[in-house]
């Protein structure tokens, strides 16, 4: 039997992405547990708004533990979902054992059911403490294949950076309006994780190609295999397009979602990151295809 929850010389909160201290705790928090740091979110725009954030504070104003959920729609099999997301689950090691994570996750599912969500996803890397709450694991799956010949013609691209002012507004007018990205499996709207992963990983490149009012998320690794991690924008230009505004030579190419909407085929390839997408809810519905959300949407 589960143990009860001890909160003894703890106090909850939620909603407290709008006190700078209770911010703070969080990115404490996460640094320290996770060494992730999401301090620079609040200069690429703030948290998501639709973000709940529950969590127990020490008396000298440290979170011990927290859970978020946040406004997540995403398309499954060409229909829109009403989801929720949650993500920045941790406790600190010497509150650990105390039932503060069950507490959390039953308060933020029950919000979620408040709501009206019709289904909740989040990532882990320990599964199992997630399926006594009716989630289940997704496969997920990238593509690879031959790079295609480069549009001839194609104003050449330029980096963003999302550090520079005008470039920031650009980037989120672009994912005000960006188009889903798969039809099997993608996030409608996602503008705050896909600005804070631009942060955390350096190989991470992010360009502007003016032709296709595009934002692309890729990287090169050492063998010179071309990586596509995103594309924002309200019409997905093909892969080609992209090829010829990058201006990169690549033989092979890694595709990470369902590139239905690229004009390029490849061959799906299991995932492995040692996380999971779990989701709870819409019965056994799964992707029709190979599928996986793109990795500007981690949370």
């Not at 994780?193 to 692309?216: G, H, K, P, W, Y």
């Amino acid at each position: 039997m589960a143990k009860g929850l001890d909160s003894a010389g703890l106090t909850f909160r939620q909603d407290y992405f709008g006190d700078p201290a209770g911010w703070a705790a969080l990115v404490r928090l996460l640094r320290d547990i996770f060494s992730i740091d999401i301090g620079p979110l609040r200069q690429l725009g703030g948290p998501d708004p639709t973000s709940m954030p529950f969590g127990w504070f020490d008396a000298e104003g440290e979170l011990a533990a927290n859970l978020s959920a946040f406004a997540l729609p995403f398309v499954l099999n060409g229909r829109i979902v009403h989801a929720a997301g949650l993500q920045s689950g941790a406790v600190r090691p010497q509150w650990r054992g105390r039932g503060l994570y069950r507490d959390l996750t039953v308060k933020a599912l029950d919000w979620c059911g408040q709501q009206g969500f019709e289904a909740v996803i989040l990532y882990t890397d320990k599964p199992s403490l997630y399926e006594a709450y009716g989630f289940r694991a997704l496969p997920l799956n990238r593509y690879e294949g031959t790079a295609p010949a480069p549009a001839i013609g194609a104003t050449a691209a330029r980096p963003f950076l999302p550090a520079n002012a005008d470039d920031l507004a650009l980037l989120q007018l672009l994912l005000k309006a960006r188009s889903p990205i798969s039809t099997t499996l993608s996030v409608t709207t996602n503008a705050a994780m896909f600005l804070i992963n631009t942060q955390l990983d350096a190989d991470v490149r992010i360009s502007f190609l003016e032709d296709c009012q595009a934002a692309i998320a890729w990287k090169m690794d050492g063998s010179g295999r071309f990586s596509l991690l995103d594309v924002v924008a309200a019409e997905i230009p093909s892969l080609a397009a992209i090829f010829g505004g990058l201006d990169i030579a690549s033989a092979s190419v890694e595709v990470l979602f369902r590139p239905d909407k690229l004009d390029w085929t490849g061959a799906p390839q299991p995932f492995e990151s040692g996380t999971v997408l779990m989701l709870r809810g819409l019965g056994d519905d799964a992707p029709h295809f190979p599928a996986m959300l793109s990795p500007m949407a981690d949370f």
